[in-house]
């Protein structure tokens, strides 16, 4: 059964940072792909970045694009995002997710594990 938990967001100002964690458990991640969502209150969820787990090419949304950055440890079987000048368009419950496929996908269906959200909130 995979697991995964993600952590890191709160309340942070415009301009500044954070850095949301996703532990994975429950098998190997090869030949995945773990990606970063994030939902609005009032809108639909939201592809924003991910990457294959091996070989560790990424893949972002527009919007974020220059300002995040997804990265994962393997040995850790931790994913990464850095969130770096946020304005308050950023503000989203944010949830990682899997999907058992090395290609990636940008569309939140094609997922098949998702973490339980974390808040991240940009105050201006």
């Known amino acids: 059964q995979v697991l995964l938990v993600d952590s890191g967001g709160g309340l942070v100002q415009a301009g500044g940072s954070l850095r949301l964690s996703c532990a994975a458990s429950g098998r190997t991640f090869s030949n995945y792909v773990m990606g970063w969502f994030r939902q609005a209150p009032g809108k639909e969820r939201e592809f924003v970045a991910a990457?294959?787990?091996?070989?560790?090419?990424?893949y972002y949304a527009d919007s974020v694009k220059g300002r995040f950055t997804i990265s994962r440890d393997s040995a850790k079987n931790t994913m990464y995002l850095q969130l770096n000048s946020l304005n308050a368009e950023d503000t989203a419950v944010y949830y990682c997710a899997a999907r058992s496929n090395y290609i990636i996908a940008t569309v939140p269906t094609l997922y098949t594990y998702w973490g339980q959200g974390t808040q991240v909130t940009v105050s201006s």
């Open positions: 990457i294959t787990w091996t070989g560790g090419s990424t």
